[in-house]
């Protein structure tokens, strides 16, 4: 065995037992309440104003990297990256 083999085992061995140590703490965590903080409004929605050009494209692409979205907005829902 080489000397950077050893060196790899022993980093990997160390890296393990720390975050068995840490996932055994956080085990012991209390979870605080789920709270729905939100802010109930007539209009939810905002008013376009004129805005500035940006570059061509820029919207398809925006809206293609979403995970969920329609033609024009993304369509998300609160903690849904938890799941």
């Known amino acids: 065995m080489s000397i950077n083999s050893i060196n790899k085992e022993k980093v990997k061995k160390e890296a393990k037992s720390i975050l068995n140590k840490f996932s055994k703490a956080l085990a012991s ?5 789920d709270v729905d903080s939100y802010v109930d409004r ?34 998300a829902e609160k903690g849904e990256w938890k799941k």
């Open 42 to 75: 007539d209009e939810f929605m905002r008013v376009e104003g004129k805005g500035v050009d940006c570059e061509p494209g820029f919207k398809k692409r925006f809206l293609e990297n979403s995970k969920k979205h329609d033609d024009d907005f993304i369509l």
């Open 29 to 33: 965590v209390e979870k605080e309440k």
